[in-house]
């Protein structure tokens, strides 16, 4: 049907991505939690200054390699600092980048632009979407979804080019889909999903012939073999490790996550972090298998019947293609294991099949759309906000998914965190201690536990709980590096430095690891080759200032006068948190040199 009214959709869109920002903003300020600790605010990679292919080449555990998620983090980085304010704009910006797209392909043929918008309209501002959006852990999903809407609008406008004549914009249009599906795949896994949703579209929500929608999937693939053979010979035994582990339970508690996700997106209470989850019985867990595979076959069968008969309007084609599509982009978490799995942003691409089922319902009643999509945007902005307003408050967040998930280790973790922050180390051993007895072997639980008693010189109990966290997570680095220097001080240099090294195998450029092996290299007389470890460490970081500052000091003692000097006027420029630091090298600086004037 054609769009009469192009200025009022125009405007209407405009209205509805102003109100999504809006809807943000509340937690623009947030500090960092949870992941954004480690991955962002303590990771080198992601820093002002870093090297822009050390951020495509890096993995946060030996599971992930999302080049194009850390590089733009390292984008971030560089133009608004390390101010979480900026990364939080960017995820806004790009959820509104995902919900133009959508809008484009939901209005095409035989789509129109009031149900257009209502379809956009859910898919922006469901509550559901606020964990994607409002943590910037969740841009990977944002990332590759985003990438996947563009390949598709790519490939679609390809395909109506298709034919002995195809021209230069023909293929510059696949090279663009081919890109776009390659970013897609650099940026999450679920991207792999792309070429099955692409014909679903073609064939059921556009209503095109099946054969050549089959061809054009199978070039989207192409990039997608290749990932998934590049990804299970970089895995190996890693990734028989991570995701097949507890493969019974793991497939038993499937179904209940998706009925549960389902019961989300109608009833989207509670918060948005964490939710309580645990491997069903055989009977019970069966049981939600066989309605899952019940509603698929009901939409399949919806959508054989309306491609089969003329009577049914493309209306019903649409909505079956949007239940598929949303299936089709829940099944890759299928592999996930389940303790990892009730996370509501495993829903944002799902989320776009529900958007086309949605704007299928809604074909052919223009008015009705619009004023749907008007209802929507009135129910959905105040929920969208209040969740931005939990956002804003760590101890609101993670409090309230404590209490509704008491089960539930991670937000005892982060309540940990917080009182870390605010001093209160007896409260935050309780919280990390607490988390551990519900689940014993959890890396992240006994790393925090680890950190305290080692800042706190009980050396024997810090390494104790690192020892464990690294049996639990053999690629956490910094619970490596922790032990490493909790051994140091327990006077184990050798058992350090077996640490540290096996911490460097995963990490080769991690500036603490190298500066740590450095000092235990130094006590043992191998001053020469701690020289070399300290350039190394200022090489991968030049922030990093400890490493400076060891370095003069193996300096001034190999007699190195003038190295000793460079080093610690480095060490100044670099800057540190600590005064007395500060206060220490430059009085090394005005013995070494008396001329120097502060």
Same mark, same amino acid.
């Given at each position: 049907?054609?769009?009469?009214?192009?200025?009022?959709?125009?405007?209407?869109?405009?209205?509805?991505?102003?109100?999504? =920002?809006?809807?943000?903003?509340?937690?623009?300020?947030?500090? =960092?939690?949870?992941?954004?600790?480690?991955?962002?605010?303590?990771?080198?990679?992601?820093?002002?200054?870093?090297?822009?292919?050390?951020?495509?080449?890096?993995?946060?555990?030996?599971?992930?390699?999302?080049?194009?998620?850390?590089?733009?983090?390292? +984008?971030?980085? #560089? +133009?608004?600092?390390?101010?979480?304010?900026?990364?939080?704009?960017?995820?806004?910006?790009?959820?509104?980048?995902?919900?133009?797209?959508?809008?484009?392909?939901?209005?095409?043929?035989?789509?129109?632009?009031?149900?257009?918008?209502? !379809?956009?309209?859910?898919?922006?501002?469901?509550?559901?979407?606020?964990?994607?959006?409002?943590?910037?852990?969740?841009?990977?999903?944002?990332?590759?979804?985003?990438?996947?809407?563009?390949?598709?609008?790519?490939?679609?406008?390809?395909?109506?080019?298709?034919?002995?004549?195809?021209?230069?914009?023909?293929?510059?249009?696949?090279?663009?889909?081919?890109?776009?599906?390659?970013?897609?795949?650099?940026?999450?896994?679920?991207?792999?999903?792309?070429?099955?949703?692409?014909? +679903?579209?073609?064939?059921?929500?556009?209503?095109?012939?099946?054969?050549?929608?089959?061809?054009?999937?199978?070039?989207?693939?192409?990039?997608?073999?290749? =990932? +998934?053979?590049?990804?299970?010979? &970089?895995?190996?035994?890693?990734?028989?490790?991570?995701?097949?582990?507890?493969?019974? @339970?793991?497939?038993?508690?499937?179904?209940?996550?998706?009925?549960?996700?389902?019961?989300?997106?109608?009833?989207?209470?509670?918060? %948005?972090?964490?939710?309580?989850?645990?491997?069903?019985?055989?009977? %019970?867990?069966?049981?939600?298998?066989?309605?899952?595979?019940?509603?698929?076959?009901?939409?399949?069968?919806?959508?054989?019947?309306?491609?089969?008969?003329?009577?049914?309007?493309?209306?019903? %084609?649409?909505?079956?293609?949007?239940?598929?599509?949303?299936?089709?982009?829940?099944?890759?978490?299928?592999?996930?294991?389940?303790?990892?799995?009730?996370?509501?942003?495993?829903?944002?691409?799902?989320?776009?099949?529900?958007?086309?089922?949605?704007? !299928?319902?809604?074909?052919?009643?223009?008015?009705?759309?619009?004023?749907?999509?008007?209802?929507?945007?009135?129910?959905?902005?105040?929920?969208?906000?209040?969740?931005?307003?939990?956002?804003?408050?760590?101890?609101?967040?993670?409090?309230?998914? &404590?209490?509704?998930?008491? !089960?539930?280790?991670?937000?005892?973790?982060?309540?940990?965190?917080?009182?870390?922050?605010?001093?209160?180390?007896?409260?935050?051993? #309780?919280? =990390?201690?607490?988390?551990?007895?519900?689940?014993?072997?959890?890396?992240?639980?006994?790393? *925090?536990?680890?950190?305290?008693?080692?800042?706190?010189?009980?050396?024997?109990?810090?390494? @104790?709980?690192?020892?464990?966290?690294?049996?639990?997570?053999?690629?956490?680095?910094?619970?490596?590096? *922790?032990?490493?220097?909790?051994?140091?001080?327990?006077?184990?240099?050798?058992?350090?430095?077996?640490?540290?090294?096996?911490?460097?195998?995963?990490?080769?450029?991690?500036?603490?690891?190298?500066?740590?092996?450095?000092?235990?290299?130094?006590?043992?007389?191998?001053?020469?080759?701690?020289?070399?470890?300290?350039?190394?460490?200022?090489? &991968?970081?030049?922030?990093? %200032?400890?490493?400076?500052?060891?370095?003069?000091?193996?300096?001034?003692?190999?007699? #190195?006068?003038?190295?000793?000097?460079?080093?610690?006027?480095?060490?100044?420029?670099?800057?540190?948190?600590?005064?007395?630091?500060?206060?220490?090298?430059?009085?090394?600086?005005?013995?070494?040199?008396?001329?120097?004037?502060?």
């Amino acid at each position: 049907m054609s769009d009469h009214r192009p200025l009022f959709h125009r405007l209407a869109l405009g209205l509805l991505l102003g109100v999504t =920002f809006l809807c943000c903003l509340p937690a623009v300020d947030a500090p =960092f939690t949870y992941d954004e600790h480690s991955g962002i605010e303590d990771n080198r990679v992601v820093h002002p200054g870093a090297r822009f292919r050390e951020a495509l080449a890096y993995r946060y555990s030996p599971d992930q390699a999302r080049p194009l998620f850390f590089a733009s983090l390292l +984008l971030d980085a #560089d +133009l608004w600092g390390m101010r979480p304010r900026g990364f939080r704009v960017t995820c806004f910006l790009l959820h509104l980048a995902c919900g133009v797209l959508l809008y484009l392909l939901l209005k095409r043929p035989p789509g129109t632009a009031e149900a257009a918008l209502a !379809g956009t309209a859910l898919f922006l501002l469901h509550p559901l979407q606020s964990e994607s959006v409002l943590y910037i852990w969740g841009r990977s999903e944002v990332l590759s979804t985003l990438s996947g809407l563009a390949a598709m609008l790519l490939a679609l406008r390809a395909g109506e080019r298709a034919g002995p004549g195809s021209t230069v914009r023909f293929r510059a249009l696949w090279a663009g889909a081919l890109g776009c599906t390659a970013l897609g795949l650099a940026s999450k896994e679920e991207t792999v999903a792309l070429p099955v949703i692409f014909f +679903l579209w073609w064939t059921l929500a556009e209503v095109q012939p099946a054969r050549p929608a089959m061809r054009h999937a199978a070039v989207l693939a192409a990039p997608v073999v290749l =990932f +998934l053979v590049i990804r299970a010979v &970089a895995l190996g035994e890693v990734g028989r490790q991570v995701y097949v582990r507890s493969v019974f @339970d793991n497939i038993l508690g499937q179904g209940v996550v998706t009925l549960q996700m389902l019961r989300l997106f109608f009833v989207p209470i509670g918060q %948005s972090i964490d939710h309580p989850l645990s491997v069903p019985d055989v009977i %019970s867990g069966s049981a939600a298998i066989a309605v899952c595979a019940a509603l698929v076959a009901g939409a399949i069968t919806l959508a054989a019947y309306a491609r089969g008969s003329p009577t049914v309007s493309p209306a019903a %084609s649409r909505f079956a293609g949007g239940l598929l599509i949303t299936a089709a982009s829940s099944i890759l978490y299928w592999l996930v294991p389940l303790p990892d799995l009730m996370c509501e942003r495993r829903l944002y691409l799902p989320l776009v099949g529900a958007a086309l089922s949605l704007s !299928g319902v809604l074909m052919g009643v223009r008015r009705r759309g619009t004023l749907v999509a008007a209802t929507l945007l009135a129910l959905l902005a105040p929920a969208m906000m209040l969740r931005a307003r939990v956002w804003a408050d760590p101890s609101r967040l993670w409090g309230e998914a &404590a209490r509704l998930a008491p !089960g539930k280790s991670r937000p005892l973790i982060n309540l940990g965190v917080i009182a870390i922050d605010k001093g209160d180390r007896k409260q935050a051993l #309780d919280l =990390f201690s607490r988390a551990i007895a519900l689940e014993p072997r959890n890396a992240e639980a006994l790393f *925090n536990r680890g950190k305290l008693h080692l800042d706190a010189g009980e050396y024997r109990q810090a390494i @104790d709980d690192l020892q464990m966290a690294v049996a639990a997570n053999p690629g956490l680095v910094r619970a490596r590096i *922790n032990l490493g220097i909790a051994r140091i001080d327990a006077g184990d240099l050798a058992g350090a430095e077996a640490e540290l090294r096996a911490a460097l195998a995963i990490e080769p450029r991690s500036p603490r690891a190298l500066t740590n092996l450095a000092e235990i290299l130094r006590a043992n007389g191998r001053a020469s080759e701690a020289v070399a470890l300290y350039h190394e460490a200022l090489d &991968a970081d030049p922030t990093y %200032s400890h490493a400076a500052a060891r370095l003069g000091v193996t300096l001034e003692n190999l007699g #190195d006068r003038r190295g000793a000097l460079d080093a610690y006027r480095e060490f100044l420029v670099r800057g540190t948190t600590s005064s007395a630091d500060r206060d220490a090298v430059l009085k090394k600086v005005e013995t070494l040199d008396p001329t120097h004037v502060p």
